[in-house]
């Protein structure tokens, strides 16, 4: 099982821009797809994006495409997720998962974080 520490929340006003981190641990970290999810109140979680193992392909919701993108540095063990022109509805706990498989919105996460507050004012 690995350890997934995320960083990088705030608070922000819209149209700033916001970098977090995931670091992992325990685990090969190239051997896994990582995901970032986000929960809002009162909300279910969400699908914000995915990388694969390599860095070779990325997905992310149509929510916040064009304004997140997802990244990683296998040397380390950590996977990014830039955040530009963010907006209030982008408000929400940010959460970092890992799967051993392929980056999917769809497929079960095998370890989690803790997750990172984000807040966006208007």
């Known amino acids: 099982q690995a350890q997934l520490v995320e960083s990088g929340g705030g608070l922000v006003q819209a149209g700033d821009s916001l970098r977090l981190s995931c670091v992992a641990s325990?685990?090969?970290?190239?051997?896994?797809?990582m995901g970032w999810f986000r929960q809002a109140p009162g909300k279910e979680r969400e699908f914000v994006g995915c990388?694969?193992?390599?860095?070779?392909?990325?997905s992310v919701a149509d929510s916040v495409k064009g304004r997140f993108t997802i990244s990683r540095d296998n040397a380390k063990n950590t996977v990014f997720l830039q955040m530009n022109s963010l907006k209030p509805e982008d408000t929400a706990v940010y959460y970092c998962?890992?799967?051993?498989?392929?980056?999917?919105?769809?497929?079960?996460?095998?370890?989690w974080g803790q997750g990172t507050q984000v807040t966006v004012s208007s």
């Open positions: 998962a890992g799967r051993v498989g392929y980056c999917s919105a769809y497929a079960q996460y095998d370890d």
């Open positions: 990388i694969s193992w390599s860095g070779g392909r990325t």
């Open positions: 325990g685990r090969p970290f190239s051997t896994y797809a």
